[in-house]
């Protein structure tokens, strides 16, 4: 009785599969951004633990310390997380869709078909431009859950990427002009 | 037929729905303040609330009349157009090839006069949702159809994807009172439950605040007799909430779906229901994404079942756009999966197997908060909190592993279709055509055990399957895909 739907199994060996070594990495200078992101997060958040413990307990420093201690031993694991984090995530562009994979510890594998794809922008906030790098956004008909944020990718390669994903959308595209 | 093209009004009773739309939201905004003003024993006062309740009136009726005398509608070749509003002017177009549906709603205001509320929905960027306030339901009927017939044209190669009005009508569902009735007796009356304690306790929250001593005197006076009196008065007042629950469900019913009428017109469903506000929703076969259907353990001994239809709406403002037809026969349920996808043969399927992690992700996910709770709440009495905590961890293993028995993934050829729950057995149905991409997602126990989680996402809503094997998620997402990327079939 499954006989006719196995021969369907066959065929999925057949399929192009996603290799590790494809994967092409996000550009190194976004460890930089990340980085300064995260120091810029915990500066804050030591800043606040230190004005509460200026106000709230002047007196034992001990405690304050230990306090300080917490922002200063999660940046250093994001650190940590953001080199892992870049040896990892990745895309790949396939003749008929692009993969894209992020996170060390709990990971996301999307793909999206460009015949899915309604279009494609490019962000750029003031740290990226310095640095060059741009965020590529890829808008399905899911809504947001199922679009995809491709960040850290070296402004040309986004622009590149954009015009690329227009192209194969690209009756698609003609209906979003109007 | 009239071609629209030169621009047109509402019906004139528009002012009147408009007015009260302005009253309404004045009112709703100006309440506290009313009340103040009107329960403030100081005198004097009342000349400002008189003063202030002319010039709202004013305003509101120059409003009205104002947004009426500025409000047209016509179409164009290719776009349909409004041009609205005395203070802030607004030009709205839509293509006519993106309207999705055209609904028409009726509140007890639109029936006396006979007019109709149109919403026109378009796959397109946010805002674009137009709205028509009063329509004479000719004119209504005939801009319905002339919108579709110029969608029709202007987008030859999609099949004219919407009801015809001239379709030869199936009813599927009717439901008269005593249904209604039926229907809301069989209802998940602990959830009604809950909402009617969490109701009253809001309510007790803000009587409190504003008559302080006395409700708290009463509650006291009223737990004092509740604990002389003790068990029979506890089990009193349960009974009533139960009783107060099952009405509350059967009033909820009968008002959501009085006289429902579920129609099938060859190219799509329309269902027409209400009780004060008629709203008639259609949907058309082709942009149906995905079906959802539930029934609870009573409603599966009088067979009834409760079936969800998504269908592909707005894409970027991403309201699901669903309707919800309760009570229906499981038996048309299975017809009705049929017809929607007809391309999914249910005859070959293959089972993608749950991994038995499953059932301790679902234990966790059952008693860490109510855990918590537990022994916060008996922190005074530790022997009492161990027992109770046992309890519940042995009662949610019970529930884990049968939620695990009963997840049932099959696989078919053209589509997917899932089911799972204890006493309330859900099912879901999807097409490989109409995904929008597809996510695994690995938490680092997962990955340890080689699993994942599958999401498959449609334009309406997502379906996920957890804890697979790994590598069999692979395959599932490589076969998939492949099927999306050659399929040449519109998924809307």
Redesign the interface.
């Known amino acids: 009785?499954?006989s006719?739907?196995s021969n369907?199994?066959i065929?999925?060996?057949q399929?192009?599969?996603?290799e590790q070594e494809q994967v092409i990495l996000l550009d190194e200078k976004f460890i930089k951004i990340r980085t300064i992101n995260s120091l810029g997060f915990y500066s804050l958040m030591a800043g606040c633990i230190m004005t509460f413990g200026f106000v709230a307990i002047p007196k034992s420093i001990m405690i304050f310390v230990f306090l300080l201690l917490f922002p200063i031993l999660l940046f250093l694991l994001n650190i940590w997380l953001i080199k892992k984090q870049f040896k990892v995530e990745g895309y790949i562009l396939r003749t008929?869709?692009i993969y894209f994979q992020q996170g060390y510890?709990?990971?996301?594998?999307?793909?999206?078909?460009?015949?899915?794809i309604?279009h494609a922008s490019v962000h750029q906030g003031p740290l990226e431009r310095y640095f060059n790098i741009g965020k590529l956004r890829i808008?399905?008909?899911?809504?947001?859950?199922?679009d995809?944020t491709i960040p850290g990718l070296d402004m040309e390669d986004a622009l590149k990427l954009k015009q690329l994903i227009g192209n194969k959308t690209g009756t698609l595209k003609k209906?979003d002009n109007? | 037929m009239t071609e629209f093209k030169e621009a047109k009004r509402q019906s004139p009773v528009a002012i009147l729905l408009i007015l009260y739309k302005v009253i309404r939201l004045i009112l709703r905004q100006s309440l506290p303040i009313l009340i103040v003003l009107i329960l403030n024993p100081k005198g004097g006062k009342v000349d400002y609330v008189g003063i202030a309740l002319i010039v709202i009136s004013l305003i509101s009726a120059v409003s009205s009349i104002m947004s009426y005398y500025r409000f047209f509608y016509f179409v164009d070749d290719k776009h349909f157009h409004i041009r609205k509003g005395w203070l802030v002017k607004s030009n709205i177009s839509i293509p006519i090839e993106r309207i999705q549906t055209i609904d028409f709603s009726q509140n007890p205001l639109h029936k006396i006069f006979n007019v109709v509320q149109l919403d026109i929905d378009t796959a397109g960027s946010a805002n674009k949702e137009i709205h028509i306030d009063a329509l004479t339901l000719s004119d209504a009927e005939q801009l319905r159809s002339f919108l579709y017939l110029k969608r029709g044209e202007l987008n030859p190669e999609g099949e004219s994807m919407e009801v015809q009005e001239e379709e030869e009508e199936i009813t599927l569902h009717k439901l008269d009172l005593a249904d209604l009735l039926k229907i809301g007796l069989v209802q998940n009356h602990l959830r009604t439950a809950g909402i009617i304690v969490a109701f009253g306790f809001t309510i007790y929250g803000e009587l409190s605040e504003i008559f302080e001593k006395a409700t708290d005197n009463f509650i006291e006076e009223s737990y004092g007799a509740l604990e002389k009196s003790g068990f029979y008065a506890s089990l009193f007042l349960i009974i009533v909430l139960l009783v107060l629950s099952i009405i509350g469900s059967i009033i909820v019913v009968i008002s959501q779906n009085f006289d429902l009428k579920f129609v099938f017109s060859g190219k799509g469903y329309k269902l027409t229901k209400g009780l004060l506000n008629k709203k008639q929703t259609t949907i058309s076969l082709s942009k149906i994404q995905m079906l959802r259907w539930s029934s609870n353990y009573l409603q599966r001994k009088f067979s009834l079942a409760n079936l969800n239809i998504f269908q592909a709406s707005s894409i970027i403002v991403n309201i699901k756009k669903s309707i919800y037809v309760p009570g229906l026969n499981p038996l048309s349920i299975e017809s009705i999966t049929k017809n929607v996808f007809p391309a999914i043969n249910t005859d070959h399927h293959q089972e993608i197997k749950v991994s038995k992690l499953f059932i301790i992700r679902q234990l966790i996910s059952m008693t860490i908060i109510p855990l918590g709770i537990i022994i916060m709440s008996n922190l005074d009495q530790m022997i009492r909190g161990i027992i109770i905590a046992l309890m519940w961890i042995i009662f949610s293993l019970i529930w884990s592993v049968f939620y695990f028995r009963k997840y049932k993934i099959s696989i078919y050829e053209k589509g997917i279709r899932l089911d799972k729950g204890v006493l309330t057995h859900r099912g879901a149905m999807m097409e490989w055509k109409n995904i929008q991409s597809i996510g695994l997602k690995q938490s680092p126990i997962q990955k340890r055990r080689n699993l994942t989680n599958v999401v498959l996402y449609s334009a309406a809503g997502s379906m996920s399957i957890p804890f697979i094997d790994y590598n069999e998620a692979e395959n599932l997402r490589d076969f998939v895909i492949a099927q999306v990327e050659n399929s040449k079939k519109e998924w809307m």
């Not at chain 1, 399929?15 to 996603?18: F, Q, S, T």
């Not at chain 1, 808008?139 to 199922?146: C, D, L």
């Open positions: 009785m499954e006719e739907f369907e199994i065929k999925i060996d399929l192009p599969a996603i008929k869709d510890l709990w990971t996301k594998k999307m793909i999206i078909p460009f015949n899915r309604q808008f399905t008909a899911g809504g947001q859950s199922s995809l209906m109007d």
